[in-house]
């Protein structure tokens, strides 16, 4: 193509990651720095024992959450988590955020409160306090947090770090959030064709709905971690899908994987609501995204260390030259992409390859 300007979607959310990185070069070389843009969060020395870790995320009305079903305490304590679920992807523990809101002018000061209220109640959950932000006039609703963490140097654990033989390991279940999506998608559909006469039945998806709607940072498993005494090889939370997730750690720390298909732990409810669609379940787990549970590479001497009730072994990571592989359910060995949910892309084309993988 010709044209000077290259549209967003055609490099995808990674791509422009890449571009963005490229233009910021180097930095001042601050050697204090020890980790920056690439991994879930940057990374920077405060004393001989001791790190801050800072990250953030936005969430945009139309682009994260519908308005028409996602309360304003929900949204509020999600905007909070999904910074959290960053901050434990270092093995850090969250202490502080701060919060830009951009507002449209057809809130109500009282929905301004809801939202707060949510937010308010997430950081107590998490033991961190909101110090301050800014607000905006905006035409959608824009929410971006930002949340600092502290982590002692030896406990640190970045995206690279995986090694040959250790085990693919990722906390609670997957698939649960994007199964929330879509019972809350047909609902509204059959609000919509049958109007009035329709009555909602939010009961059998009762546990997808709050993965969907109020996820929960997994800093029970980082507490749990340190007292253990267990440290995992390599970590980050799944906020775009397994899949893409496996690809990270394994182009983060230069190996392949292979998982298996019939290990990833998926709740009967998320089975349910994928049988319900006629959809394939092991979709949902490997590319759903959003559910905030920890991926993690762990030495295969440690597995006795942990509590086998909370993670479960979905692979092994191999040599580089493998790929990264997925034993289906029925058998066979396919190459597993990463496409998890991209941002960027035509919505309706399809999903193109992560190039950060
Ligand atoms: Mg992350």
Known sequence: MDSLFTPISHVGEFGLIDRMKAVLGSGTGNAALIA????????????????????????????HFDRSFMPWPHLGAKAISVNVSDVAAMNAVARYAVVSIGLPRNMSVEMVESLYVG??????????????????ASPQVVLSVTVVGEVELSR???RRGARPGDLVCVTGDVGGAY??????????????????????????YRYVIKRQLTPEARVDVIADWAKRGVRPRALVDVSDGVASEVHHLCRASGCGARIRGAALPIDPETRFVADEQMQDVDTYALFGGEDYELLFALDPGDEHLLDPTTFTVIGAFTEASEGVTLVTPEGPIVPLQPSGFVHFTDPGADQEEDPDA
Do not use: K, N, W
């Open 36 to 63: 920056s843009i690439g991994d879930d969060a940057a990374v920077y020395r405060v004393d001989d024992d001791t790190a801050h870790v800072i990250t953030t995320d936005a969430l945009v009305e139309g682009v």
């Open 119 to 136: 937010m308010r109640d997430a950081c107590a959950r998490y033991g961190i306090d909101l110090v301050g932000g800014d607000t905006t």
């Open 156 to 158: 640190l654990v970045f």
């Open 179 to 204: 199964a929330g999506l879509q019972a809350l998608l047909e609902q509204r559909r059959s609000i919509q064709e049958m109007g009035d006469s329709y009555t909602p039945d939010l009961d059998p």
